[in-house]
Structure formats: structure tokens, C-alpha cells
């Protein structure tokens, strides 16, 4: 660039398209992540998109079915009910650790002795390796010898059946699941917390406000786009889940703990239905993307208001 | 009797701090107990680890099951395995996206930072058929590099995220006046920003470190009896002695251990750095 009044001047006149004039220079810093991941994201697409039109089991030939694996699903009872697993565990595993996460960022933002130390402790399980806090899990939710029916009958309640009963397995997953990322909402939502100016709080402690009315009245509005940000990344990862219910249960008792990730886990890999698993792959990036932009457009609002 | 100003101030306080203590306590209270039970089903005997009412600790602590775990698993290979991958994957994430995101802050390029959200938004699942299917045809599945090249799906987003946050809240001052003194983009970026970046660096790579060899899924699917990484490991213990406690547990320490350290290495910058990603 030639003259710093012509750059500058040019700066000003181009103000709107400044996004493409800006960009280009630094186009050069950008390429080459940008070419590799799409490499790693576009082709696994389309030959995923290609298979699901496919009736291929691995092994055999593959023949084109236009449509039919898609058709096939509407009525596949095991699939259904693997969707209305996913949306149980989902809205669990998100309101949960949401709540609790908000409640520790809080707890972790107000100054006390030792809070650094405290906060390392709790950010630990979001670290931890999902695998091996799964198999600690596991252990503990034994229903004869696990150290969770001796705690509750410490406190004189009834022994659970736990991830070996239908009816509890999805409740017990969504315990660990709280273990596991409650610690990621909560940094999310201190980092929204840090942010805050203290002149609302001062002026409201001087009207004799309450803790509970400057949260709602002031905390809440100021830190609702991070919440936003926190529930969107935490609904990804929700719907996404699948160690944690692989190896505690692998999915049972039966299908009784079958998301959608962990049908087309088994379709793909034990059952080798390689057509049938793309077909659910598409349709589970649908979902995910479209409550990611329902989300997405509760987060402009949340910014506008 | 009304009291005075002074008495209910003092036991507003008194009223506040009692109730931060037991909200610490509450919130760290589950988090321990996991801990605290791993570590003491590891250093108990299995007649210990099923007894009823269950032993919390034992009185005699052994190592014995640390050393079964070594001693009937090549757990040398599968960390040697684990990083490989996770260095890998880590070392060329921070090359390639340490300069993207310094692109992509400088020229607030924020479309660029959707098409990582959509890497997030991806299952893992739907990378695995196709490339699975891929490297069998090129005579990839067997060696480790099949999962490094897939754990960059991991460890990309990471870095390029961490790093615009951070190039963002850089003062550009410093490279300008590079400019002015005939510095190219790129040399402005080598010699000034880059320097300047380093503990964002460090925060991007450890937690980009830690993601990569906390994955299970990738290894699951690629690995051989040789090649399994470490989460893979473990969970194939599980399979096989499904009964035997005190080994499980240890290999569980085993596989954390790493990670753990590292936590506490950045635990002040974690928050920082994770945060100032959340904003966009």
C-alpha cells in the first residue's frame, strides 16, 4: 500500500464492504486450516450423503435405492424410539447442568479464601477422561455392591436399580452427565459474569435491593447472552452424547437407553448396515443444526433486547 | 424489639458467608467423591472393593493393582500410542491454526468462525464411515495415523477458537508501527504477534492436548490390537474383567493422570481462555 493518507482515506469510503477488503490480505493466514478442514469435513458429506442412497451392507455389493433408507426410518420402530431417547436425555442433560453450572458460576465469582483453589477442583471432571469416569460410574451405580445404594441407605432410602432398570437407566446417565458439564457451564457463565459493570449493583444496593431481585433485574438480562452461548454448545455436545452411555450400559437394558448416536453406532459397526447408518447420520445433522439455529436466533434476541 | 442497623448487618454477613460455605461445599461435595472413590477402589484388594457395607478406605493400601494392570496390559504401547496421536494432531493444529486465527481476528472475518461451529455441530459418527471406508481402501487401518489425522477434527477448532480470542484482545499497535517500518504481513505476524501470543498458545495447545487424548470414539473405531490409544484400552478392560475393581480403577487413574496434571498447569488461564471464546 502506497501513501497512508490513500489507505486511510480508502479505509473510510469503504466502510461497507470493509469485510472483503480487510479479508483478502489475510486470506493467506486463513487458507490453509480453512482447505484442511474442509477436506476433513466436505468429503466425509458427500460420500456420506452418497451412501445413505445406498443399500449396502459392508461385504456385499451395494445397490441404489434412491430414497428408500430414509422411507425405511419413518417406520423403524427401534429408530423412533432412539429419536424420543435422544430428546429425553437431551433436555435433561442441558436444563441440569445449565441450572447448577449458573448457580457455581455465582458461587465461584463472588471473592473468598481459597476460591482458585476450590474452582480448579470443580473444573476437574470436565478434564477428566470421559472413558475412565464412566467405568468409576459404573462401578458405583452397581445395584448389590455399588457405593451408591450404601449412600442412600445412609439416609434411609429405598436401593435403585439404577442403569440396570429401564425405567432409571436414562435418569442415572443424566447424573453423570451433570458430573461431567456442569463445570464447562459454569466457566461459560463466569466469563459472562466478569464482564458485568458494578455501577447497577451499586446503585441498587443503595435502593435497598434484595441478592434474589438484583440477580433477576440485573445479572440475569446482562448475562443472557452467554447463557444462550452455553445452552447452544451444551445441546450440541448433549445430542451428540455417546461414551458415557456406551460404556455404562451400551444402550440397554435392551434399546432402553438407545439415542440416536448410539443406534447408528450399532447399525454402522456391529451390524455393518452402512446405508442404513448414513441415512441416520443425515438426518441426526439435521436435527442438530436445525435446533442450533432456533437457538442461534434466540441469541440475536437475547442480544437486541 | 426491633434491632438495630448494626446487629442486621452483621447478620446479613454472617448469613451470606454461611451459606457460600454450604454452597462450596454442595457443588465440590459430588466431584470429590468421585475422585475420592476411585482412588480407593485402586489401592484396595477385590475382597474389599465388593464387601457390604463397603470399605472407604482400606487399612492396608496396595499398589498391587497398579502393577496387575502393567503387568497384563502393554499400557507402555498404549500411551507411547496416545502421544503419538495426540501430539500429532496437536502439532499440526497449532501450525495450522495459529495463523488462521490471527487471520480471521484481524480481518473479523466471523463467517469464517461459523464454519467452525458447524465442525462442533458435525457427530463424530459421520466422519467415521467415510474415512473408515477411505483408509481401508489406501491400507491405512492398523498404524496410528488413520486416528491422529481424525483427532485434528478435535484439536483445529480448538486452537483457531482459543487463538481468535486472543489475537482479538491484542493491541495492534505494535504491528502496525512494523508495518510502517516495512515489515511484510506475514514477517508483522512472525516477529510481533506471535511472540506476544505465547501463553494463548500454550492454553490452546494444553486444551486442544487434553480433548484429543480424553477421545474415545475415534481410537474405537480405528484402532488395532496394536494401536489402540489409552481410552481405548481401558474401556476394553471393562469388557474383559468386568468383575475385577481395583485393576479398573487403576487403569482409569492411569489414563487421567496426564490430563489432570496439565489442568492444574493452566488452571487460571482455562477459565480465561474458555470464556473469551464464548463470546462471539
Known amino acids: 500500500?502506497?501513501?497512508?493518507?490513500?489507505?486511510?482515506?480508502?479505509?473510510?469510503?469503504?466502510?461497507?464492504?470493509?469485510?472483503?477488503?480487510?479479508?483478502?490480505p489475510y486470506l493467506m493466514f486463513i487458507w490453509p486450516a480453512l482447505i484442511v478442514s474442509s477436506a476433513l469435513i466436505v468429503f466425509p458429506w458427500i460420500f456420506t450423503i452418497w451412501m445413505s442412497l445406498q443399500d449396502w451392507h459392508i461385504g456385499s455389493a451395494s445397490k441404489f435405492v434412491w430414497f428408500d433408507n430414509y422411507t425405511n426410518l419413518a417406520s423403524n420402530r427401534r429408530f423412533l424410539e432412539a429419536v424420543g431417547h435422544t430428546m429425553y436425555f437431551t433436555v435433561l442433560a442441558v436444563f441440569l447442568p445449565m441450572v447448577l453450572g449458573t448457580w457455581a458460576a455465582l458461587v465461584f465469582h463472588k471473592k473468598f479464601a481459597g476460591r482458585g483453589f476450590y474452582r480448579t477442583l470443580f473444573i476437574m471432571p470436565m478434564m477428566a477422561t470421559p472413558v475412565a469416569v464412566s467405568l468409576i460410574w459404573t462401578m458405583m451405580f452397581h445395584p448389590q455392591l455399588g457405593v451408591l445404594n450404601y449412600l442412600l441407605s445412609?439416609?434411609?432410602?429405598?436401593?435403585?436399580?439404577?442403569?440396570?432398570?429401564?425405567?432409571?437407566?436414562?435418569?442415572?446417565?443424566?447424573?453423570?452427565?451433570?458430573?461431567?458439564?456442569?463445570?464447562f457451564c459454569m466457566i461459560i457463565v463466569l466469563g459472562g459474569l466478569a464482564s458485568l459493570p458494578t455501577e447497577p449493583y451499586e446503585a441498587a444496593l443503595i435502593d435497598g435491593a434484595s441478592q434474589w431481585q438484583m440477580f433477576w433485574k440485573i445479572t440475569y438480562p446482562l448475562v443472557l447472552p452467554f447463557l444462550v452461548v452455553a445452552l447452544i454448545m451444551r445441546t450440541i455436545d448433549a445430542l451428540k452424547a455417546f461414551e458415557t452411555i456406551w460404556v455404562i450400559c451400551n444402550g440397554g437394558p435392551g434399546t432402553s437407553s438407545e439415542t440416536m448416536n448410539v443406534y447408528l453406532y450399532a447399525q454402522a459397526f456391529a451390524y455393518n448396515q452402512v446405508g442404513t447408518a448414513s441415512a441416520v447420520v443425515v438426518v441426526f445433522f439435521a436435527i442438530i443444526v436445525a435446533l442450533s439455529l432456533v437457538l442461534l436466533w434466540a441469541r440475536q434476541k437475547a442480544k437486541w433486547n | 424489639m426491633a434491632l438495630s442497623y448494626r446487629t442486621k448487618r452483621k447478620l446479613r454477613k454472617a448469613w451470606d458467608k454461611t451459606a457460600l460455605a454450604v454452597s462450596v461445599a454442595v457443588l465440590l461435595a459430588p466431584c470429590l467423591f468421585v475422585f475420592f472413590w476411585m482412588i480407593s477402589l485402586s489401592l484396595k484388594y477385590d475382597i474389599?472393593?465388593?464387601?457390604?457395607?463397603?470399605?472407604?478406605?482400606?487399612?492396608?493400601?496396595?499398589?498391587?493393582?497398579f502393577a496387575k494392570v502393567f503387568e497384563e496390559s502393554p499400557m507402555f504401547l498404549y500411551f507411547w500410542n496416545s502421544v503419538q496421536v495426540t501430539g500429532s494432531a496437536t502439532l499440526v493444529a497449532l501450525l495450522l491454526g495459529v495463523p488462521a486465527g490471527y487471520g480471521i481476528a484481524k480481518a473479523k472475518a466471523n463467517r469464517m468462525a461459523g464454519i467452525l461451529l458447524l465442525s462442533r455441530m458435525t457427530p463424530g459418527l459421520s466422519y467415521l464411515i467415510p474415512l473408515f471406508t477411505m483408509f481401508q481402501v489406501l491400507g491405512l487401518i492398523g498404524t496410528v495415523w488413520p486416528i491422529a489425522l481424525t483427532h485434528m477434527v478435535i484439536t483445529?477448532?480448538?486452537?483457531?477458537?482459543?487463538?481468535?480470542?486472543?489475537?482479538?484482545?491484542?493491541p495492534h499497535e505494535l504491528e502496525e508501527a512494523a508495518r510502517i517500518d516495512g515489515a511484510s504481513l506475514w514477517q508483522a505476524f512472525r516477529y510481533v504477534a506471535l511472540p506476544l501470543a505465547r501463553p494463548g498458545i500454550v492454553v490452546g495447545a494444553i486444551l486442544a492436548f487434553i480433548s484429543s487424548w480424553n477421545n474415545f470414539i475415534f481410537g474405537a473405531v480405528f484402532a488395532g490390537r496394536t494401536t489402540r490409544t489409552m481410552p481405548v484400552a481401558v474401556y476394553n478392560m471393562l469388557t474383559f474383567e468386568s468383575f475385577a475393581w481395583g485393576p479398573l480403577a487403576a487403569a482409569a487413574i492411569i489414563v487421567m493422570l496426564p490430563v489432570i496434571v496439565l489442568t492444574i498447569v493452566i488452571q487460571k488461564e482455562i477459565v480465561q481462555g474458555l470464556s473469551a471464546g464464548g463470546v462471539k
Open chain 2, 156 to 170: 483445529l477448532p480448538i486452537i483457531v477458537w482459543i487463538m481468535i480470542g486472543f489475537f482479538e484482545t491484542q
Open chain 1, 1 to 24: 500500500m502506497a501513501g497512508g493518507d490513500i489507505a486511510a482515506g480508502a479505509r473510510i469510503t469503504a466502510t461497507k464492504a470493509s469485510g472483503e477488503r480487510r479479508l483478502r
Open chain 2, 48 to 65: 474389599d472393593n465388593t464387601a457390604w457395607p463397603p470399605v472407604f478406605w482400606p487399612d492396608e493400601p496396595t499398589w498391587d493393582n
Open chain 1, 154 to 183: 445412609l439416609v434411609g432410602l429405598p436401593p435403585s436399580q439404577w442403569v440396570f432398570s429401564p425405567g432409571t437407566v436414562i435418569p442415572s446417565l443424566i447424573l453423570v452427565e451433570i458430573w461431567l458439564w456442569t463445570p
